[in-house]
Every structure is written in structure tokens, then in C-alpha cells.
């Protein structure tokens, strides 16, 4: 068992009148992954979003690493952000202007360490089958390649937390299962792997799957159905 | 950080190269007006002190009143000297010098190559450049001495041949903006002879006379509770002569020169504010369009701070870009106007000097920097206040 690196309690969400999410209480560990599934509109971005502490919850905390993040300035969540998590979107969210690699680097030039992983960033790319496709901008990348760049920029720093919103969606199967190989890599390393997703291949190889239904945990684990604890 | 602004402006290679032009053009447009009201008001002044003079008598058929007080252009155009004294009878009348004008044509191959006023002073009546000699240690100018203007070209060590004899420079003027710079100052006498001994002016003393007996301007100081325009009228009835109010040409230099450096100085804000709006257009529609980018980099990590640092500096960089383009632009423009202007009009104009176009530059370039950061401030506002979660929910990135 890993320890717990991520925590969310009783996190609920409202927009205006509208509930999105209700008392969500998931424990992820080091080392591990979660699959969070259920159909659209089920609440599973907004409470990826909420984990990676890109929005705040209308109730609950989430504890990263055992510190409450709403106890933070929002330059204190920001340096959480960039210390702990790796975020991969349902697009690939590259910046036009910017080359693979420069792509890859981002991450690294906001926390001012580029210098340090230049060579890794480029060990990531080639790894992911992209050494020829460095210096191509995103408009001239295929969308299995978009991906593998953004996944190249979620791992260079080698966060401890990952996050991926449907990560396979889209991709062929052989370029889906190469994705989800490089996650399970990650969870080796000892990431937290945290994972929306539809495929059920996908949530197959996760060590827990929480199924989310209208903003309500209903089942965890594939075991526990209205257990609210993922972990 | 550098990297991502410089790519972001690369990226928007054309839209930023029309900001940059803008802006360059606004820039130059300002540092040109900002050097050419310096210029002229310098000049203004400094002939006022140089002139020394409240009226100055020419004779009827000169027409060129500015050129005369201020221009370059040699004249050949004449009073009898009796007009000296007949005008130091009126009352009020302070002081009254005479000056003989005549210009230098090429007559041998040592001489001074180009047209430039030979200016003839009375030693004993001038109170202008006597007392200057003094302060330089100098009495009269023997006849074989000369002065000679900073604009006066060929002067090899202190030799100079002029209308075919040989004078020693004894000392050369300060610049003025004035026709002085342009002019070799002899002594009267000597102005005459050398005047009444040249071959290609000869044509000329037989029409009007001889030298000796001729005079190119009276310069007149009054009493300062004298009446201008009485005494304008009164010196007009001693003969065929112009009288030249030098405040009054002065002040109609000026005013002319206000009311086209305002034109221009207007045109000039114009453009700052043009360019400025386009600034804060282009940065607020960019706030629009980039808030999944924005919101990337928040969720990556980046602070409000740095967002904000991102478009600031993104402003910052196309603003300096500008003002760098507007100071290589501003050069020929400086140039051609200043040549446009004194082609159509004679002023007196001294070139601001290196310290002050550096301290113009300097203070436009900060004032378009506040400005362009002060544009730049909303969409920074906007653009660091984006929800991380706009990178999941926005549409593509630009």
C-alpha cells in the first residue's frame, strides 16, 4: 500500500441551483490508479478539475499530500499545482506557437528549470515515438502524436500526481493501449494515476474505478456498489 | 518565460509587425516634433541675443526679411551710407551700426568655393560683435582678419583666400541658426575694397554706385520707451528703405513654427493614441481568445503573476521593438523635414544637441512604455484571472 496522496472529502459542487457533484470522499495512493467512469454529464471532469485543484468545490476539502488545499492562497494551490500534478486534457491543449519540444518544456519554464530537462524532455519524446517530431509545430502532428507530446509534458517533471481526462479517446486501439501502457508505466514509478474515462479497457487496468452517477458516487471498486471511498 | 512572449509574438508575426510599424511611426512623429520645437526655439532665441538689434533698415527692394535676419542667402543690395546718420538724428534713436553685405564668388582657385555673406561691421559704432571681440581678448580686426561663421566651409588652419587675398581667421563664431553662420566677418572698410576690387562684381558698382559710399544694412537699437511703428515710418521717409521690426519677424517665425509643430505634434498624438488602441485591442482580443491557453498555464502551475507577466511583457516587447523601429525611422524623417521646412521658409535653427535627442528618446520610449503597459493592464487583469478549468472547457488554442 502506498501512502494517500490525494484525498477528497464531501466534496459537493453546485452551479447556481444545479448540483454537479454530492459528497464525494476518495483516497487515491502513490502507486496506484483510479478510473473514474459513468456516463456524460455524470459530474467526472468537474471532479478530475476538482482534484487537480483547477476549481474549487462549493463544500468538501481536497487534501494533497495531506494538505488542505483550501487553506491556500491561490499562489500557494498554484505552486501545489506545479509541485504535485501532471495534467492530461481530453484535448491535447498544445500551444500553436510552440514546437513538440517546446510543448514538452512548458511545465519546466514556469517553474524556471528548463535547463535541467531539456535532454529528459527529449527522452520523453523519443520514447513516445516523436524523435523526428520535435520541432514540428502542433498544426503538423497527427492526433495520436498531440497526445504523446501532451503526455511528454504531463511526465517531465515527474509529478506525483497525474491526471488524465480520457486520455484514449479518439486513438486507434493500438495508439489507446500504447497510452494506456505509458500510464500503467507511470503508476510503476510510483505516480498516483487518476483517469476519466469511458473505455472500459482502460478502466480494466486501474487498481480502483469509481463510477460516478448524476454528481453521486454509486459505484466504487467494481465491489463496493454506494461505497464512497475509491481507495 | 522570454521564450514563450518571443514566440507568441512570432507566432502573430503580422499582426505584430503592423503594432510595431505604428508604433515606430507614432514614436518617430514625436522625437522629430520634440527635436524640431527644440531646434527652432533654440534658434529663436539664441538670434535674439546674437541680433541685438530692435529695427533693421534694408534697402526697398529686398524682400526676403526672414532670410535676411536669419537665412544664409547672400544679398547685393544697397543704401547710400548717408542713411547712417540721418537715422542716428532721430530722436529715440539709441545706437545705429551700419553693415556692408556682398557675397564671395569664385575668382581663383584658392578661394572660398560657394556663395557666403562677406559682412562688413562698423569697429566704431557696432555694439554686437566688438564687445565679443573683447571677450576673446581681441581689439579691432586689423585688415587683413577675419571671423568666420561654423558653417563656413575651406577654412584651412587659419588661412583663408577670400575675393583673391589671403586673411588670417583670427576666430571662428558660435553657432547661431543665423546667417552669421554662413558669413565672414571683415571690417567695413575692408568689406568695401575688397568688394569694389572684384572683377564679377564690377557690374554691380556700376549701377549702384561705389562701395565706399554704400551700405547693406543699418542695425538700430532704441530707447526702450520708444515708439516702434513712429519711428518705422519716420526712417521710411528718408529713402528707398524696408524697415525690418526683428521682434515682429521673430514672433511671426514663431508662430508659424507653433502652429506647425502643434499640426504636427497633433498628428504625432494621434498616431501615439492609434497605436496605443490598437495595443490594448489586439491584447484585450487576445484575453478573449486565449483563455484556454492562459488557463493551460495555469493549471500547469503558473501564477496569476506570471500570467500577467506573460501578456505585460508581451505588450512591453512589441512596445520596445516599436520604439527601437522609431528611432531608426526618425532619423530621415528629422532630416527630410527639417530640409522641407527650410526649403520654404528661412528660420533660425540650431540642431538639438546629443544629450537632448538621447533624453527625448529616452523619455518617449518610458512614456510608451507606461502607456503601452497601462493598455496592456486589463487584458493582463482578465488574462490572469481565468480559471484554470477554462483549458477544459474553452475551444482550441490559437
Redesign the interface.
Known amino acids: 500500500m502506498g501512502k494517500a496522496i490525494l484525498e477528497t472529502k464531501k466534496i459537493h459542487k453546485n452551479y447556481g441551483s444545479e448540483t454537479i457533484l454530492e459528497h464525494i470522499s476518495v483516497v487515491v495512493e502513490s502507486g496506484s490508479m483510479l478510473a473514474i467512469t459513468g456516463p456524460s454529464g455524470s459530474g467526472k471532469?468537474t471532479l478530475l478539475?476538482i482534484m487537480?485543484?483547477?476549481?474549487k468545490a462549493s463544500a468538501g476539502e481536497v487534501l494533497v499530500d495531506g494538505i488542505a488545499a483550501s487553506q491556500l492562497s491561490?499562489?500557494g494551490q498554484?505552486?501545489l499545482?506545479?509541485?504535485y500534478?501532471g495534467?492530461i486534457?481530453?484535448?491535447a491543449?498544445?500551444?500553436?506557437?510552440?514546437t513538440a519540444i517546446?510543448n514538452v518544456l512548458?511545465?519546466a519554464?514556469?517553474?524556471r528549470k528548463e535547463k535541467a530537462v531539456v535532454k529528459k524532455a527529449q527522452a520523453l519524446l523519443a520514447h513516445f515515438g516523436l524523435a523526428n517530431r520535435m520541432h514540428h509545430r502542433p498544426q503538423e502532428l497527427s492526433l495520436g502524436q498531440l497526445r504523446r507530446v501532451a503526455l511528454a509534458?504531463a511526465l517531465l517533471l515527474e509529478p506525483p500526481i497525474l491526471l488524465a481526462?480520457e486520455p484514449t479517446n479518439d486513438l486507434d486501439p493500438i495508439m489507446a493501449n500504447k497510452v494506456m501502457d505509458w500510464l500503467a508505466d507511470a503508476r510503476e514509478t510510483g505516480a498516483a494515476v487518476i483517469v476519466v474515462t469511458h473505455d472500459p479497457a482502460m478502466a480494466a487496468r486501474a487498481d480502483h474505478v469509481v463510477n460516478l452517477q448524476q454528481g453521486r458516487l454509486v459505484l466504487a471498486d467494481n465491489q463496493h456498489e454506494g461505497n464512497n471511498n475509491g481507495g | 518565460?522570454f521564450?514563450?512572449i518571443w514566440?507568441?509574438i512570432?507566432?502573430?508575426k503580422v499582426a505584430s509587425l503592423i503594432m510595431l510599424f505604428t508604433m515606430a511611426v507614432g514614436v518617430a512623429i514625436v522625437i522629430t516634433v520634440s527635436l524640431l520645437y527644440r531646434g527652432v526655439s533654440v534658434g529663436l532665441e539664441t538670434s535674439k541675443e546674437r541680433l541685438g538689434a530692435d529695427l533693421v533698415v534694408v534697402p526697398g527692394d529686398v524682400s526676403m526679411e526672414p532670410g535676411l535676419l536669419f537665412g544664409g542667402a547672400p544679398v547685393n543690395s544697397y543704401l547710400s551710407k548717408d542713411i547712417v546718420d540721418a537715422i542716428r538724428k532721430i530722436p529715440h534713436v539709441q545706437q545705429a551700426t551700419p553693415q556692408f553685405f556682398t557675397h564671395t564668388l569664385t575668382s581663383d582657385c584658392c578661394d572660398v568655393g560657394e556663395e557666403i555673406r562677406l559682412v562688413g561691421y562698423d569697429p566704431s559704432s557696432d555694439w554686437i560683435i566688438s564687445p565679443w571681440l573683447k571677450t576673446i581678448q581681441k581689439g579691432n580686426l586689423a585688415d587683413d582678419e577675419i571671423i568666420v561663421g561654423p558653417k563656413v566651409p575651406d577654412v584651412l588652419g587659419d588661412q583663408l583666400r577670400v575675393l583673391g587675398k589671403s586673411f588670417r581667421v583670427v576666430s571662428n563664431l558660435e553657432y547661431s541658426g543665423t546667417s552669421l553662420d554662413y558669413s565672414i566677418l571683415v571690417n567695413l572698410d575692408e568689406a568695401r575694397r575688397l568688394a569694389a576690387n572684384s572683377k564679377p562684381l564690377g557690374q554691380t558698382w556700376q549701377k549702384v554706385g561705389e562701395p565706399k559710399n554704400l551700405v547693406s544694412t543699418v542695425l538700430i537699437k532704441l530707447d526702450p520707451s520708444a515708439d516702434i511703428a513712429a519711428i518705422s515710418s519716420e526712417i521710411q521717409r528718408l529713402g528707398y528703405c524696408k524697415v525690418i521690426v526683428a521682434s515682429e519677424v521673430k514672433q511671426r517665425i514663431s508662430d508659424q513654427f507653433t502652429a506647425l509643430l502643434v499640426l504636427l505634434g497633433g498628428i504625432g498624438l494621434l498616431t501615439v493614441i492609434v497605436s496605443l488602441l490598437q495595443l490594448f485591442s489586439r491584447f484585450y482580443t487576445l484575453t478573449l481568445e486565449r483563455q484556454?491557453?492562459w488557463g493551460?498555464?495555469?493549471?500547469?502551475?503558473?501564477?496569476?503573476?506570471?500570467v500577467a507577466a506573460l501578456v505585460i511583457g508581451e505588450a512591453l516587447v512589441v512596445i520596445l521593438g516599436g520604439v527601437a523601429a522609431g528611432g531608426v525611422l526618425t532619423l530621415p524623417l528629422y532630416e527630410g523635414t527639417l530640409s522641407v521646412l527650410q526649403t520654404y521658409q528661412s528660420f533660425p535653427y540650431i540642431a538639438p544637441g546629443f544629450g537632448y535627442m538621447v533624453s527625448t528618446i529616452f523619455a518617449v520610449t518610458l512614456l510608451y512604455l507606461g502607456l503601452g503597459a497601462l493598455a496592456a493592464w486589463l487584458p493582463a487583469y482578465q488574462g490572469s484571472h481565468v480559471?484554470?478549468?477554462s483549458?477544459?472547457t474553452r475551444g482550441?488554442?490559437?
Do not use: C
Open positions: 471532469t478539475s487537480g485543484l483547477l476549481q491561490p499562489k498554484a505552486a499545482r506545479r509541485q500534478f495534467l486534457f481530453q484535448r491543449r498544445l500551444i500553436s506557437s510552440l517546446e512548458v511545465p519554464w514556469l517553474a509534458r481526462d | 518565460m521564450a514563450i514566440k507568441s512570432n507566432h502573430r484556454a491557453e493551460l498555464y495555469l493549471a500547469i502551475g503558473a501564477t496569476t503573476r506570471d480559471e484554470p478549468t483549458v477544459m482550441e488554442f490559437d
